[in-house]
Structures are given as C-alpha cells and as structure tokens.
C-alpha cells in the first residue's frame, strides 16, 4: 500500500531536523574540545558564564 504524501513529508522533514541537530551538537562539542585544548574547563565556564549574563540583561539587536 502507498504512502500518504503528508506522511513521507512529514518523516522526511522529521529526519532533517534529527541530522540538523546532531550536527549542530557535533559542531559546538568540536569547539569545545578546541576550547579546552587551550583553556581550563573554568576559564571555558567563566567566559560562557559571562556572555549568558551579558546577553540576558543586554540583549543584541537584530537588523530589521
């Protein structure tokens, strides 16, 4: 029997975003792993730490 065409789009679009993440979770562990060859792991943490603060109570303009 066939497949609905929402159901394979659906899937299909589900699997992208799967890859997507496990991509981008691959990406930032390699930056890491880069960071801390060079850095302390609470050198890496502070610095982290900082930025999030700074982004919350300072948040960055987007380009209209």
Known sequence: MGQRPQDV???RVTA????EEQERARHL???LESLLA???PD???ACV???LYGR???PTRTAP
């Open 43 to 45: 050198e890496v943490l």
């Open 49 to 51: 730490a900082g930025l």
């Open 16 to 19: 992208a975003l799967t890859r």
């Open 56 to 58: 919350q109570h300072h």
């Open 29 to 31: 562990e390699d930056r």
């Open 38 to 40: 060079h850095h302390t």
């Open 9 to 11: 789009l659906r899937r």
